[in-house]
């Protein structure tokens, strides 16, 4: 008997019927049939799941009887696994988690035995259980309830599309799918009903004030909105400054902030919400920023001491604001930072194509235009209808066909010239940031390239301040928040990575009010803050700390470029090479062939790399386990018959098993290398060297037997600005100053250097099992 011919009110019996250990038939996930497949499901795998680990077995039994309708039984699963995990770890994350949950299941539980409203059932047992709550751990609840259905309706949609062709599900699937399944259903649910009850609990625990007009010179005003714990004497606030106008997300941040003994104040760029005029990013941040913290320092709630966090383009707001040196400022929290004109919307003087449709979202309305940034079609077409066209960059919104003045604007600045230094701090100007400073950032996609900016020219012009960096193996929203989302759920995977034990934490629990309590109420730093540079070294389950970024390792590997070929790669050897020959590169920069290429691997760990447009080489196996930690540069020799182009380096550690594993990358447009402030164009026919220095931290353990492979390629592809290497203005470049393919030699001399800590070099702290 075939699952799908199975009678929807007999699916457990064909569950039964049809599991041969190898796993359970996949049951009817048609909409209507959803409920009772799942309800059958449930049924199934409460009978067959067995665990040693007693919080997976409560984990998964409370979610199996919420599916089935056994509201007692979810609500007793809750509680004893709620004190198992406490009696191991009393903190208010514990006591919050899962706490919309076991409300649901009572309430579900109370209705089935008293009768009535479960809208009355719910209002009840809500306000029972919040109300013995503490600030934090209610924050915590609060914030976990008020997340959007929509989230988990998506995430559920897709668990199902992933199992279409499927006629089996392993043990371990079904329990996901139920998963995704028990958590949509309640959250849909529930949600509806909890607004009213959290307003209400707000406005017990806190006094909020929206809507507050602030002056900010030049006759602008900024919108602000405060929340501060009721009853309490003058607090410390905590900032956020953000283009970011929404207030949903403003409120869980802000509940957190006041939870923890602060105001918690933010302020929305000019033109936002009750504000006046039209937003412009980045132009009055730190001046309007500088000034309401002035604002604040003078309120009858506040104590005179503010302190900024969050990260992105809030974390830039952070340093425009030092920019200022606004006396009430006393310590700033930036994660994941950016700095316009050094990573946005350029990097390495190479704009790109993402953040383009970035304006309309911030700057079309007094909050976000999520409609017009979410149109991923229109932005996939536009960069395919540039690239073929080969029009000049400067020409995207006219191919778009919507005027986009604020990216026209940036892209004209071409160099890291006075419009970008007048918006954070430039050279001897971070002499003047005194204040405690701490940075977050992730070595993949997105970080830490500002971070590590910001990091250097504090520690160049004011050596002695007390700064601190954090890095660990995150992408761009992971640096700011970690690896722990609103339910409590720990991510364990990014982009392939499985992540080490130890750097699997949120920031926002583990260290923001710590850092803050630590400046402003005395208490002791946090424990990861063992030295300037805490990183997380990758592949070995520990952290690391080190005085500054020279101090991560203590020797170098010199990889010279090898003109000898072994399995299709040219090599990388520990010394120059007698009798080596140049190596070619050549791209057709006219070509648009490759319109669609399909793209091989992509992934931090990958079976397969992109090597178009590019020469590769790899090292001899490493004879032992290798820590590469730092920054790695290069010296590169060549003679090439175009002025400028654009170059990439992509290092991977290749396993002995053939796995491909991402260090972080660098690209840089060549003219630009020495100084991103002037354009010094190349001498096309002649020999010349490039030196460069990553800007993307890196703290890996490469493994016993594992390569370095190293791409070195020129940019040319869809998503980024193209440089014909005319000598041209590259914005005002056109398809038809490509000219004859690029063609660049790379010559003998040619090395890449990396940094190597023994293992005795930086002082690790224990590892987390």
């Not at 059932?121 to 013995?132: K, P, R």
């Not at 709550?133 to 199902?160: E, K, W």
């Not at 590769?616 to 290798?626: C, D, G, I, V, Y």
């Not at 993307?696 to 594992?706: N, T």
């Amino acid at each position: 008997m075939a699952i799908r011919h199975c009678v929807t009110l007999a699916l457990a019996a064909c569950f039964a019927s049809n599991a041969d250990g190898q796993g359970i038939p996949t049951p009817p996930l048609t909409d209507s049939a959803i409920p009772n497949s799942m309800r059958a499901l449930a049924a199934y795998v409460a009978r067959e799941f067995r665990t040693d680990n007693r919080d997976s077995l409560l984990d998964v039994t409370f979610r199996l009887a919420l599916v089935r309708g056994d509201y007692a039984g979810a609500a007793a699963a809750l509680r004893d696994l709620r004190a198992a995990r406490l009696a191991r770890s009393p903190n208010p994350q514990t006591r919050a988690l899962n706490i919309q949950f076991e409300i649901l299941a009572v309430a579900k539980a109370h209705q089935s035995t008293r009768g009535g409203a479960f809208a009355d059932a719910f209002a009840s047992t809500f306000d029972s259980v919040v109300a013995s709550l503490d600030d934090r751990t209610a924050a915590l609840a609060l914030n976990a309830m008020s997340v959007a259905p929509g989230a988990y309706r998506f995430a559920l949609q897709q668990a199902i599309s992933r199992l279409a062709d499927k006629t089996q599900l392993p043990l371990a699937d079904a329990i996901r799918l139920l998963r995704a399944y028990q958590i949509s259903t309640s959250y849909e649910e529930l949600v509806p009903l909890a607004r009213d009850r959290i307003i209400a609990d707000d406005q017990r625990r806190y006094v909020i004030e929206r809507d507050i007009r602030v002056a900010v010179g030049e006759g602008a005003t900024n919108c602000v909105i405060v929340m501060r714990p009721r009853n309490a004497p003058r607090l410390p606030a905590l900032l956020e400054y953000t283009i970011y106008a929404d207030t949903a997300t403003t409120l869980r941040e802000s509940r957190r902030g006041a939870s923890n003994g602060y105001v918690a104040v933010t302020a929305f760029t000019r033109g936002k919400l009750c504000s006046d005029g039209q937003p412009v990013p980045y132009r009055h941040d730190g001046a309007d920023a500088a000034a309401v913290i002035d604002w604040i320092s003078k309120q009858t709630w506040s104590d005179g001491r503010v302190g900024m966090y969050s990260g992105s383009y809030e974390g830039f707001t952070q340093w425009a604001a030092l920019k200022h040196t606004p006396p009430a400022l006393k310590t700033i929290l930036s994660a994941a930072t950016n700095a316009p004109g050094l990573d946005t919307p350029p990097e390495g003087n190479i704009v790109w194509n993402f953040i383009y449709p970035w304006p309309f979202y911030a700057a079309n309305n007094k909050t976000l235009d999520n409609v017009t940034y979410g149109d991923g079609r229109r932005w996939n077409r536009l960069n395919r209808q540039w690239y073929t066209s080969g029009r000049a960059y400067r020409d995207l919104d006219k191919i778009d066909g919507t005027p986009n003045p604020i990216f026209d604007e940036w892209i004209s600045h071409d160099s890291y010239d006075e419009f970008w230094q007048a918006l954070i701090p430039y050279r001897d100007e971070f002499a003047r940031v005194k204040i405690p400073v701490l940075q977050t950032a992730g070595y993949y996609y997105g970080g830490p390239g500002a971070d590590l900016y910001y990091f250097r020219e504090l520690e160049k012009y004011n050596p002695t301040a007390e700064h601190y960096l954090v890095v660990g193996p995150w992408d761009h929203l992971p640096a700011q928040r970690g690896v722990i989302d609103a339910l409590g759920d720990t991510a364990s995977v990014l982009f392939g990575l499985a992540l080490d034990p130890v750097a699997r934490i949120s920031l926002v629990s583990e260290l923001r009010y710590q850092w803050f309590d630590y400046v402003f109420k005395g208490k002791p730093k946090p424990a990861l803050l063992r030295d300037k540079v805490n990183y997380q070294l990758v592949g070995a389950n520990t952290w690391k700390h080190a005085p500054s970024i020279a101090a991560m390792s203590n020797r170098s590997v010199r990889l010279y470029l090898n003109s000898e070929r072994t399995n299709g790669r040219y090599r990388l050897t520990d010394a120059r090479p007698s009798n080596a020959t140049e190596i070619p590169l050549r791209v057709d920069l006219s070509d648009r062939a490759d319109i669609d290429r399909v793209i091989p691997g992509g992934l931090l760990v990958d079976r397969a790399i992109d090597t178009v447009n590019a020469v590769t080489f790899a090292s001899e196996p490493f004879p032992s386990a290798t820590e590469i930690a730092g920054l790695f540069s290069g010296h590169l020799e060549l003679v090439t018959n175009k002025k400028d182009f654009d170059f990439f380096v992509q290092p991977y550690e290749l396993t002995a098993t053939g796995e491909y594993r991402q260090l972080p990358p660098y690209q840089w447009r060549a003219s630009f290398v020495s100084d991103l402030t002037t354009r010094r164009l190349l001498a096309p026919g002649e020999k010349q060297s490039i030196d460069f220095q990553s800007i993307r931290l890196a703290a890996h353990q490469m493994r016993p037997g594992s390569r370095l492979v190293i791409v070195l390629g020129v940019i040319k592809n869809p998503g980024q600005q193209i440089n014909y290497g005319s000598g041209k203005r590259v914005i005002d470049e056109t398809i038809a100053d490509a000219g004859p393919p690029l063609e660049i030699r790379w010559l003998p001399g040619s090395y890449f250097s990396f940094p190597v800590a023994d293992p005795t070099r930086a002082t690790p702290q224990r590892k987390r099992r």
